[in-house]
């Protein structure tokens, strides 16, 4: 299978068509950026180890019978997935309070949250992605409430399936983005689960092992991503 179109190029990934109209080719790359894209760098290697996390996570989520866009993996960098049409909302899950969760509310950095915590953000760069509700989804026309019920069980699922994958690999999942999208009528996982877009901790020291350490200029981001692949790839 080969590449034709670039059908939209994002921060961190690209799409291409090809020959066969249902099936498309999402690449990724090095590119690196934090704060709505204010912050960028090229970090070597990123792409490639994010193909190799999604590809495991995806893989083991359709395991558990969670449809994703995931076909299959092409080549290090590079994998087929179905064409959807895309919902233009992130779902976030949050398991531990931190990042923006502790600067809007009083909650204490770090700490378990007693119920998860979901939160919508509309996909639009110059709004810098604002935090919705479903009603709002609604009346943008985004999507039904059938969509956001499926989405928010998925998203629930999706949590307990990973957080023990995680949990028994000496992992914490923190929070995580998920997108979403439409193939023949199917609503399905899109997009990519990596250190890109969840918080990933080590259960021990609680080091970070995600996308914070470019954020917050810690170093030693692809020798945590490395750490993750190590320790999910078994
Ligand atoms: N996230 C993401 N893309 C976004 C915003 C958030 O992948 O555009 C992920 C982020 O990596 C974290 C979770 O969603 O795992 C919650 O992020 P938060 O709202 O705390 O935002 P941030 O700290 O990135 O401002």
Same mark, same amino acid.
């Given at each position: 299978? =080969?590449? $034709? =179109?670039?059908?939209?190029?994002?921060?961190?990934?690209?799409?291409?068509?090809?020959? !066969?109209?249902?099936?498309?080719?999402? %690449?990724?790359?090095?590119?690196?950026?934090?704060f709505d894209?204010? $912050? $960028?760098? %090229? #970090?070597?290697?990123?792409?490639?180890?994010?193909?190799?996390?999604?590809?495991?996570?995806?893989?083991?989520? =359709?395991?558990?019978?969670? *449809? +994703?866009?995931?076909?299959?993996?092409?080549?290090?960098?590079?994998?087929?997935?179905?064409?959807?049409?895309? #919902? *233009?909302?992130e779902?976030v899950m949050r398991?531990i309070a931190t990042g923006s969760l502790v600067k809007r509310l009083p909650f204490e950095d770090g700490k378990?949250l007693?119920? *998860?915590i979901f939160e919508l953000s509309l996909?639009?760069? =110059?709004l810098g992605d604002p935090l919705i509700n479903?009603?709002?989804?609604?009346?943008?026309?985004?999507?039904?409430? %059938?969509?956001?019920?499926? &989405?928010?069980?998925?998203?629930?699922? #999706?949590?307990?399936?990973? @957080?023990?994958?995680?949990?028994?690999?000496?992992? #914490?999942?923190v929070d995580?983005k998920?997108?979403?999208? @439409?193939?023949?009528?199917?609503? &399905?996982? +899109?997009?990519?689960?990596? *250190?890109?877009?969840?918080r990933?901790?080590?259960? /021990? +020291?609680? /080091?970070?092992?995600?996308?914070?350490?470019?954020?917050? !200029?810690?170093?030693?981001?692809?020798?945590?991503?490395?750490?993750?692949?190590? @320790?999910?790839?078994?």
């Open positions: 299978m =080969e590449k $034709k =179109e670039l059908l939209c190029e994002g921060k961190a990934k690209r799409l291409f068509s090809t020959e !066969d109209p249902d099936l498309a080719i999402l %690449e990724f790359k090095d590119d690196t950026t934090a894209g204010s $912050k $960028k760098a %090229e #970090i070597a290697g990123k792409g490639e180890l994010n193909c190799s996390i999604s590809t495991i996570l995806m893989d083991y989520l =359709e395991s558990y019978h969670v *449809p +994703t866009h995931f076909v299959k993996r092409l080549s290090p960098t590079e994998q087929i997935v179905k064409v959807v049409d895309t #919902i *233009p909302i779902v398991n378990q007693t119920y *998860p996909k639009n760069d =110059e479903e009603y709002h989804a609604y009346a943008l026309d985004l999507c039904t409430q %059938e969509d956001i019920r499926i &989405m928010f069980r998925m998203t629930a699922k #999706i949590n307990a399936i990973l @957080r023990s994958f995680f949990e028994r690999r000496g992992l #914490i999942l995580f998920l997108e979403f999208g @439409r193939h023949k009528n199917e609503l &399905m996982l +899109t997009d990519e689960i990596s *250190p890109d877009s969840c990933i901790w080590d259960k /021990k +020291t609680r /080091k970070k092992l995600d996308k914070d350490r470019f954020r917050f !200029d810690m170093g030693g981001m692809e020798q945590a991503y490395q750490e993750v692949l190590d @320790r999910i790839g078994n």
